[in-house]
């Protein structure tokens, strides 16, 4: 263990307080035998509180050099997958059953990750995860603000998202340079009904793709100028306001009323 050399390009950063973990691990509100995904087990301190409460653990870890240490540790409890988490087939991998995600991140696969959660939404009872907190802000933030964005649109579609608290620097070894913050999604009952999920992801991404132009420049990647000018005369909404601008809700109504060009 003495050995091992924390590589800072998979964001080891590992976390070395036993009571903010199992502060993350309550959250999670495991039941004895529930299946629970845990992303970068590191040395395993995560794990170990997981196998605790008696979860039915699946693990993914990228770093070769731990495999040894995790299997040596937890023998047979555990059901490590040794691949990037990004490369493996969750299709597959996904159980019949719900599964809950509890995890400290490694930060730089946030994002990407997250959208592959959002993805599989259906399958996920509850993600619990330590994550940077400018982008836990970013997933929590109002319409309106900086931080609002495409990552925050996804994220609050599919879930109930809740900031639930700051972790500084001094908890993890090596420390961050940044502050941290836990999060957890729960499965949204009330998401709208969106008769195209794919372009209507399209039409947010387009709007967001030039953050300070107005929409109506934005959708001319989209439709015709004649097309816009009849959006706007609709008077449905105002196309020279930004994207940033727009709620959930006004995103629906524009993707409804786009359907007609699609
Ligand atoms: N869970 C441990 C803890 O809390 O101390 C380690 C967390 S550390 C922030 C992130 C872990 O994710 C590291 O063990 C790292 O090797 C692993 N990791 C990094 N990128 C990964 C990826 N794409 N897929 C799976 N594991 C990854």
């Known amino acids: ?3 091992f050399h924390h590589k800072k390009s998979l964001g080891q950063h590992f976390l ?9 691990v309550d959250i999670a509100e495991l039941q004895p035998g529930e299946a629970v995904w845990e992303i ?5 301190i995560l794990t170990e509180e997981l196998l605790e409460r008696k979860s039915k653990l699946t693990c993914f870890e990228i770093d070769s050099s731990l495999y040894d240490i995790l299997e040596k540790r937890f023998g047979k409890l555990l059901n490590l997958i040794k691949q990037d988490v990004l490369k493996a ?6 159980p019949d059953e719900k599964v809950k995600i509890v995890a400290n991140l490694p930060y730089q696969i946030t994002s990407p990750f997250l959208f592959e959660v959002s993805r599989f939404a259906d399958h996920f009872s509850k993600v619990v995860v330590m994550i940077q907190k400018e982008v836990a ?17 996804k994220m609050q579609y599919y879930f109930d998202v809740k900031y639930e608290f700051t972790v500084k620097p001094h908890v993890f ?5 940044v502050d941290s913050a836990v999060i957890s999604l729960m499965p949204r009952m009330d998401k709208p009904i969106i008769e195209n999920e794919k372009y209507f992801w399209h039409i947010v991404d387009i709007s967001f793709r030039n953050r300070r132009k107005m ?4 959708l001319r990647e ?8 009849e959006l706007q005369n609709s008077g449905v909404i105002d196309l020279a306001r930004r994207g940033e601008t727009l709620t959930e809700a006004e995103f629906v109504t524009l993707h409804d009323l786009l359907k007609r060009f699609n």
């Not at 307080?17 to 502060?23: Q, S």
């Not at 087939?89 to 996904?94: A, G, M, R």
């Open 1 to 3: 263990m003495t050995d």
């Open 16 to 24: 070395k307080d036993k009571n903010i973990i199992r502060k993350i």
């Open 40 to 44: 970068g087990p590191g040395m395993g």
């Open 89 to 94: 087939d969750w299709e597959c991998l996904l």
């Open 137 to 153: 802000q970013r997933i929590n933030a109002n319409v309106g603000t900086k931080d609002y964005g495409i990552l925050t649109l």
């Open 173 to 177: 070894n090596p420390p961050p340079k």
């Open 215 to 218: 929409l109506r420049r934005n």
């Open 222 to 229: 989209l439709i015709s100028i004649e097309q816009i000018e």
